[in-house]
Each structure stands twice: as structure tokens, then as C-alpha cells.
T-cell receptor, first 114, second 115 residues
Framework: KAGVTQTPRYLIKTRGQQVTLSCSPISGHRSVSWYQQTPGQGLQFLFEYFSETQRNKGNFPGRFSGRQFSNSRSEMNVSTLELGDSALYLC?????????????FGPGTRLLVL | GDSVTQMEGPVTLSEEAFLTINCTYTATGYPSLFWYVQYPGEGLQLLLKATKADDKGSNKGFEATYRKETTSFHLEKGSVQVSDSAVYFCALSLISSGSARQLTFGSGTQLTVLP
């Protein structure tokens, strides 16, 4: 079974621009979560989507948004980029059930904001 | 709020040495516990997990036991290899509002194994 894929793998943007990142979950997985990883803040939860609905959201400003399509693929959008948005953005998928489920991570998209 | 505390790194060991990475947690409910590993330039890979008290997760020689009384989930390996060099993250998963979940991670521990 193919793993979680993320595109693009690397991205360079300038302040003020917007960016869209894409995540394709493992086949059959209906839950997609997004995390931001930075050296200073570590791994932080952004949001989770399940069956095209946002189920949970972390403590990030409204510039960070996402959506999920009927095939469970998900996109994350960051508008008005700031230097501090430079990070590795990780997507994880799971079946979408209880706390005991494993989330499977993609390789990440590395975003550099100049 | 819920949190995970990991021992500070970096940790440097010689090949075949014994490894312990401490992890303790604070949670309002009954979490599942995970260890993930991240190799340079890659995403996170699940190393092992435990979903209830006294469960032992194990994989590739690594082990961790869910200790509810001490709220701990320490990672151990009897004999490390150079290929184990990576960053290790302890994490917990809880049901939040409704059925929504999120992983809460520790700060990560960088392990370097020297030949």
C-alpha cells in the first residue's frame, strides 16, 4: 500500500505571498491531520479533517486554513506568509477512529519564507 | 493542558551501548502513547505504541512500557547501532471534543551512535 504523499517537497516563497500544500493519505484513510515542525516550537498540531469536515484545530492564526476533498486528499493554505512560517509541514493520515489509532506521516513539505 | 516531557538531548552513545530516553506525560484523560523516529530529511515513522496501562510496545529491539502510576513511557534498547542515529519523539493521543484527536509531542531527543 502506498504511504502518505505530500507535494511539493520543497518550496521557497516571499513574505506576503500565499502557499498551498497538498497531502494524499493512505488509501482507505479518512482522517488527515497537519502539523508544523520548527526548531524553536517543535511539532505543533494545526488541524484535523475527517470526511471533509474540520474536526479539531490547533492554536494557529486564521491565516492557516485547510480543506479535505471527497477522496480524502487534503490541502493546507497559508495566506500572507511571514518569516516565522518557515517550517517543515507534516501531514498524517489514519482511519479516523479512536485515540489508539496510529497516525502515519508523510515526508513533509519544507517551506522557506524569505 | 496535555503535555509530554522528554529527556533533554543530544544523547551520544557508542555502538552496542544501552539506551534509555525518558518520557513522562500529563493528560486529562486516558491517552495512547507513541514513540516516533525521524531520520534526517524525512517525516516521522512510528516506532512503537501502547494503548493501555502496563502494555509494552516493542519494535526493532526498542521497548517501552506504559506506566500509568508514574505517567511514564520510557524508551529502551539493549544494544544500539549506528543506524539508530535519529531524533526520537514521544507523543500522546487523546480524544478531545467529540471524536477529534490530536497528537501532542515531546520536544524530541537527538541520538547519535558512534562506531
Amino acid at each position: 500500500k502506498a504511504g502518505v504523499t505530500q507535494t511539493p517537497r520543497y518550496l521557497i516563497k516571499t513574505r506576503g505571498q500565499q502557499v498551498t500544500l497538498s497531502c494524499s493519505p493512505i488509501s482507505g484513510h479518512r482522517s488527515v491531520s497537519w502539523y508544523q515542525q520548527t526548531p524553536g516550537q517543535g511539532l505543533q498540531f494545526l488541524f484535523e479533517y475527517f470526511s471533509e469536515t474540520q474536526r479539531n484545530k490547533g492554536n494557529f492564526p486564521g491565516r492557516f486554513s485547510g480543506r479535505q476533498f471527497s477522496n480524502s486528499r487534503s490541502e493546507m493554505n497559508v495566506s500572507t506568509l511571514e518569516l516565522g512560517d518557515s517550517a517543515l509541514y507534516l501531514c498524517a493520515s489514519s482511519l479516523g477512529g479512536g485515540r489508539q489509532e496510529t497516525q502515519y506521516f508523510g515526508p513533509g513539505t519544507r517551506l522557506l519564507v524569505l | 493542558g496535555d503535555s509530554v516531557t522528554q529527556m533533554e538531548g543530544p544523547v551520544t552513545l557508542s555502538e552496542e551501548a544501552f539506551l534509555t530516553i525518558n518520557c513522562t506525560y500529563t493528560a486529562t484523560g486516558y491517552p495512547s502513547l507513541f514513540w516516533y523516529v525521524q531520520y534526517p530529511g524525512e517525516g516521522l515513522q512510528l516506532l512503537l505504541k501502547a494503548t493501555k496501562a502496563d502494555d509494552k510496545g516493542s519494535n526493532k529491539g526498542f521497548e517501552a512500557t506504559y506506566r500509568k502510576e508514574t505517567t511514564s513511557f520510557h524508551l529502551e534498547k539493549g544494544s544500539v547501532q549506528v543506524s539508530d542515529s535519529a531524533v526520537y519523539f514521544c507523543a500522546l493521543s487523546l480524544i478531545s471534543s467529540g471524536s477529534a484527536r490530536q497528537l501532542t509531542f515531546g520536544s524530541g531527543t537527538q541520538l547519535t551512535v558512534l562506531p
